[in-house]
């Protein structure tokens, strides 16, 4: 699995994948991880040589093991054709969004919306807050809305947001939009105290490896720290697992030599 992986031949790293998973030896969550990993390097494999049916299922298949995956979502959403593709890939990325907060998947979204006026984008935006999601990510999503509205030059919206969110979850983000908005009502003492904040504030998302921590700042296949496979995710530092990350170290003996030439 691994050493193919490594080498770039996906077609049989998911093959083995699959034989782990039928022998049980990786659990289900991890299993989840590199399938949807592969099959969506599988699916830009495909788009490359114009095979955009091929992509396609493999990108469902990805967004099905995975639909908090940033990268298939908003890929899938684009490939997405014919009647009703345009409700699909609405209902798809706001999905993704209200899991990850992601501001590129905001911002597809946006485009997906197709609305005339920043004002109606914003408030587009802010219903998804209605919408189900998990409690632990609500603080997250406002911040992410907030960030877009000012974006937007929606200021007050932005601003409202953004006080919302209690002062121990405001993020290096929140207050970089606190010190945009400052800057908008021409309030350099205010903006220069944000951007302070700003610089000693928690992370809040990125791209961070499950295995060793690295904050990586983009999704890739293998971490280039540490060089686990599927360890690369969108999430917070905070938040990362290590005890799924261990059991993929486990996993990793040794790359087979054999395979790869030099």
Same mark, same amino acid.
């Given at each position: 699995?691994?050493?193919?992986?490594?080498?770039?031949?996906?077609?049989?790293?998911?093959?083995?994948?699959?034989?782990? $998973?039928?022998?049980?030896?990786?659990?289900? =969550?991890?299993? *989840?991880? %590199?399938?949807? @990993? &592969?099959?969506?390097?599988? +699916?830009?494999?495909?788009?490359?040589?114009?095979?955009?049916?091929?992509?396609?299922?493999?990108?469902?298949?990805?967004?099905?093991?995975?639909?908090?995956?940033?990268?298939?979502?908003?890929?899938?959403?684009?490939?997405?054709?014919?009647?009703?593709?345009?409700?699909?890939?609405?209902?798809?990325?706001?999905?993704?969004?209200?899991?990850?907060?992601?501001?590129?998947?905001?911002?597809?979204?946006?485009?997906?919306?197709?609305?005339?006026?920043?004002?109606?984008?914003?408030? $587009?935006?802010?219903?998804?807050?209605?919408? =189900?999601?998990? *409690?632990? %990510?609500?603080? @997250? &999503?406002?911040?992410?809305? +907030?960030?877009?509205?000012?974006?937007?030059?929606?200021?007050?919206?932005?601003?409202?947001?953004?006080?919302?969110?209690?002062?121990?979850?405001?993020?290096?983000?929140?207050?970089?939009?606190?010190?945009?908005?400052?800057?908008?009502?021409?309030?350099?003492?205010?903006?220069?105290?944000?951007?302070?904040?700003?610089?000693?504030?928690?992370?809040?998302?990125?791209?961070?490896?499950?295995?060793?921590?690295?904050?990586?700042?983009?999704?890739?296949?293998?971490?280039?720290?540490?060089?686990?496979?599927?360890?690369?995710?969108?999430?917070?530092?905070?938040? %990362?697992?290590?005890?799924?990350?261990?059991?993929?170290?486990?996993?990793?003996?040794?790359?087979?030599?054999?395979?790869?030439?030099?």
């Amino acid at each position: 699995l691994f050493s193919y992986a490594k080498i770039g031949d996906v077609t049989k790293s998911l093959i083995n994948l699959n034989k782990l $998973k039928n022998m049980k030896f990786i659990n289900h =969550k991890i299993y *989840q991880n %590199i399938a949807s @990993d &592969l099959n969506y390097v599988c +699916a830009l494999d495909y788009l490359e040589k114009g095979n955009i049916n091929s992509a396609k299922n493999h990108l469902k298949e990805a967004f099905k093991q995975k639909p908090n995956h940033v990268l298939v979502s908003i890929k899938l959403s684009n490939l997405l054709k014919g009647i009703g593709s345009k409700t699909k890939s609405i209902n798809q990325l706001e999905k993704t969004f209200l899991l990850t907060s992601n501001h590129d998947v905001l911002n597809e979204l946006s485009k997906k919306w197709d609305l005339k006026t920043s004002g109606s984008r914003v408030a $587009k935006a802010i219903n998804l807050l209605g919408k =189900k999601s998990s *409690q632990d %990510i609500k603080d @997250d &999503l406002k911040i992410a809305i +907030a960030c877009f509205a000012v974006t937007e030059k929606i200021w007050g919206e932005a601003e409202k947001l953004l006080t919302e969110v209690p002062k121990s979850k405001l993020t290096n983000k929140a207050y970089q939009a606190f010190a945009d908005i400052a800057s908008s009502q021409n309030n350099p003492e205010i903006v220069k105290d944000n951007l302070e904040k700003a610089a000693n504030a928690t992370e809040g998302f990125n791209y961070f490896c499950s295995s060793c921590g690295n904050k990586n700042n983009r999704w890739e296949l293998h971490c280039p720290k540490c060089d686990n496979l599927s360890t690369i995710n969108w999430m917070k530092m905070n938040d %990362i697992e290590m005890q799924d990350s261990i059991s993929l170290s486990n996993l990793v003996p040794k790359i087979d030599k054999n395979l790869i030439s030099y």
